[in-house]
Structures are given as structure tokens and as C-alpha cells.
């Protein structure tokens, strides 16, 4: 069952004329270095509660390991090259693994290029949740794909333990470097820095003190204000806008604010993104001109021509009031200056994905073709469209991204994956000099 679909894929792929003993034997070593690795994250959800760390009872692995293919048929293709028997042999065999696993991974094709620019610069990346079993596979994962260095705030024994238990081959004492809010030798510096901050906000120092004992959200801002880590990743429980209350508190400044999140929605037709669903409940239309331009740059970071559109009930001024007319003052705004992206508004969703549509009611409008992100004059429409997209259309998210913080912290929600926190992870570890 494991080898068949993946030893015809490599076979053919390279067209060779038969599947000879090495191309066999290259089969099983690819499978038998799965079954050593570390477990995938969507094998271990798909197997709940069963243990599959390499020994008498997990010596092969699971079928849904989404690994098999890239690392299958490519040992498949590389044994029939150098046995002769390939008619159409591959120049790169890691971009041909690297195309196998997009096929497998929804978001790997979007996020290549993501990855590629993060590769460019070693990041440190603290994560405020260390404990919590989706981060520490994501930290696996980034030891082993990326040139980021993961920071992990936690309890050491805590995090050796859920390593263990999950299979995992990374270790706190020697590939990890943690931060243990109860025992930790810059404890007083951490209380000291976030004082000296909030002193005139109604902090005291007792409150400081417990601050940085218990809330590992702030704990991490701190790590990022002292140039001790280059981004904060937290959120994984929780409300987003308390872990943004820290965020903000610390690292916000005259150049550096949120105004706005951005969720990828990698949907079976394409990539769709969704602002503001998180920051403003009501945003103005100096935040939503704002959020335009923000979400504008980071689409371009997946190599993807922005189109925006302001998605409204109003639909082309037809009504007066409500968030049709905060929308159009915001296109407005737009319009004052010179703008390297395309966007249009106010209308519904359906006109601002049906391009045919969208010319009868408005003909000779300055968009072309579908847009590919939907901005909402209400956090309660943004996240609510985000949430069907994720549930009943089985969109994957990459997100939420933090915009206008210079990529120095992003606040997930807690339905995130190990997956989409290796994505976020990249997504961080990019100097913002990359996209702007």
C-alpha cells in the first residue's frame, strides 16, 4: 500500500524502462527513513492518542503521512537515474521533491516564495505557548526546513516531556532554546524593562513582577523590545485581542501599530485574502484606506498581484449610510494619492468575484478579472467570512498576519495547526526589507 502509488510515480516520472532492484530497494529506504523521522503533524491528528515513535509497534508509516510521495517517488527517480534505466532524467531533483510536497500541502506552493526570502536572514522566533505540542512540532520543523532558530517559552521539563510523548527528536536542554517564566536568570531585567514601559500606564512594580512570572504573551514582547528575539508568535489559546493588548502595550511606537489582520484563504480555485478580521470592530476609514495598502504589500510578499475590493451590503452607493459610506470615504482617501495596486468598491461579494457581473452593474469600472482581496467594513463580516471559507469550503488559512508591526509579532488564533504555525513562522522569519 505504501510503495505502489509512489514507485510508479517516481518510475514514470523519469519514464524508465523498468523498476529494477535499486529503484525497490530505493522504495523501502525512503519509507524506512519516514518511519525514523519525527511523525507528521497530519499523520498524528489523523491517529489520535496512538503512539508512533520508531520501535516494535510503529515500524512503517501511516498511510496519511502526507511525506510519502516527495520522499518516495524522489529516492524512486534518483536510483533510476544512476542505474541507467531513466529515458527522461530530472536536472533537480530537490525542486522536483519540493512540487511532489506542494501537491500534498496546500500552502506550499503559495508559500515558497515566503520560505525562500526567510531563508535569506537567520531570524529568532519566540513562541509564546513553548508547551503546546502544535508549536513544538512546528519548532521541529523549522530546525529542520529553515535557517530560523526557535525560542520556546515554557516549563523545560514540560516541553522534554510532550517531545517525547510525541514523538518528536527535538530536546529542550540541547536544540531548543528556552525561556522558563518560573526560573529564569533575566526575570528582573524582563519585570525592570516592562515597568519602565507601562510605569505611567498604572503598572506598578508588583504587577510588573507578576506580569512577567505568568503572562508568557508579554513575556515574549518584552524578549523582542530587548533585541532578544526578532518576532513573537503567540495565540495559539486565547482571544486575540488580549494577546494584542500585551503586543501592543510593548512594542507598539511613532513608526510601528497594528492596523489590521490578513487572512490567506488558499481555497480549491485559488488564494483568497480576507482584512480586517481581528484588529478593528469598526474600523474608520483612515484605518480601512490603511488596511488596503498593508494588505496590498503583503500579497505581493506570495508573489501575487493585489486586486482589492471593499465588500459592503452598499453596492456602489446605492445606500447612504452604514458601512457603504465609511467604505467610499476610504476609497476616497485612496484616491488623493498615487497607488501601486488596483482596487474598487463598494460592493457585494459576489460582484467583486464575478468580473461579468461586476461590469453590468458598473460599467467600465478599473478592475479587472476577480479580486483576490475582499476588504469588510466590519471585523464581525471579515471573521465571519473567514470562518465559512475555513469550515463548509475547505479553505486553508495562512494567518492571521499581523499588519503594520514591521513583522515583529503575530497574534494566531487557536484553531492554527502545526502546519500553519511553520507557515507563520516563515512568514515571520522574512525581513520586512523583503516585501516593504
Given amino acids: 500500500m505504501l510503495c505502489f502509488p509512489f514507485i510508479f510515480r517516481g518510475a514514470l516520472d523519469v519514464g524508465a524502462t523498468e523498476i529494477n532492484d535499486a529503484m525497490q530497494v530505493a522504495c523501502v529506504q525512503g519509507i524506512a527513513e519516514l518511519a525514523r523521522a519525527t511523525t507528521s503533524a497530519e499523520a498524528a491528528a489523523a491517529y489520535r492518542g496512538e503512539e508512533m515513535t520508531f520501535g516494535p509497534d ?90 530560523e532558530t526557535p525560542i520556546l517559552i515554557g516549563r523545560p521539563e514540560v516541553i522534554a516531556m510532550r517531545c517525547a510523548r510525541a514523538g518528536l527528536t527535538i530536546r529542550p536542554e540541547r536544540d531548543l532554546t528556552i525561556v522558563n517564566p518560573q526560573n529564569d536568570p533575566r526575570y528582573r531585567d524582563y519585570w525592570v524593562s516592562y515597568h519602565s514601559i507601562m510605569a505611567r500606564r498604572g503598572v506598578t512594580p508588583d504587577i510588573a513582577r507578576a506580569v512577567m512570572r505568568t503572562n508568557t504573551t508579554a513575556i515574549g514582547a518584552v524578549m523582542v523590545q530587548r533585541d532578544e528575539a526578532d518576532c513573537l508568535i503567540c495565540g495559539t489559546f486565547g482571544e486575540f485581542r488580549w494577546h494584542l493588548n500585551y503586543v501592543t502595550q510593548i512594542l507598539a511606537d511613532e513608526t510601528h501599530h497594528p492596523h489590521g489582520a490578513l487572512s490567506l484563504m488558499i481555497l480549491e480555485d485559488g488564494p483568497l485574502f480576507i482584512a480586517d478580521t481581528h484588529v478593528y470592530s469598526l474600523p474608520t476609514p483612515e484605518n480601512l484606506a490603511e488596511i488596503a495598502i498593508g494588505a496590498a504589500r503583503h500579497v505581493r510578499r506570495f508573489g501575487i498581484t493585489p486586486k482589492v475590493v471593499f465588500c459592503s451590503q452598499s453596492q456602489f452607493g446605492n445606500q447612504a449610510e452604514g458601512s457603504g459610506k465609511r467604505l467610499r470615504e476610504a476609497i476616497s482617501i485612496l484616491d488623493s494619492a498615487p497607488r501601486d495596486f488596483a482596487y474598487e468598491g463598494e460592493m457585494n461579494v459576489d460582484a467583486a468575484l464575478d468580473a461579468e457581473l461586476r461590469e453590468r452593474l458598473l460599467p467600465g469600472n478599473r478592475l479587472e478579472g476577480a479580486a483576490n482581496v475582499l476588504i469588510f467594513g466590519h471585523a464581525d463580516a471579515a471573521s465571519g467570512v473567514r470562518n465559512i471559507l475555513k469550515m463548509k469550503a475547505g479553505g486553508l488559512e495562512v494567518g492571521p498576519i499581523l499588519m503594520g508591526m514591521g513583522n515583529r509579532a503575530h497574534v494566531v488564533t487557536p484553531g492554527i495547526t502545526a502546519r500553519g504555525l511553520l507557515n507563520m513562522a516563515a512568514i515571520a522569519g522574512t525581513p520586512v526589507a523583503h516585501y516593504g
Fill in 58 to 147: 510503529y515500524l512503517i508509516p501511516k498511510p496519511f503521512d502526507p511525506r510519502l510521495s516527495g520522499v518516495v517517488s524522489t529516492a524512486v527517480a534518483r536510483a533510476a537515474m544512476e542505474t541507467g534505466v531513466a529515458t527522461r532524467p530530472i536536472d533537480d531533483l530537490a525542486r522536483y521533491k519540493a512540487d511532489l510536497d506542494a501537491s500534498q500541502f496546500k500552502s506550499a506552493l503559495l508559500m515558497r516564495p515566503v520560505f525562500e526570502a526567510a531563508r535569506s536572514a537567520a531570524r529568532r522566533i519566540v513562541f509564546a505557548e513553548g508547551e503546546d505540542e502544535r508549536v513544538l512540532r512546528a519548532a521541529q520543523a523549522i530546525l529542520e526546513e529553515t535557517t
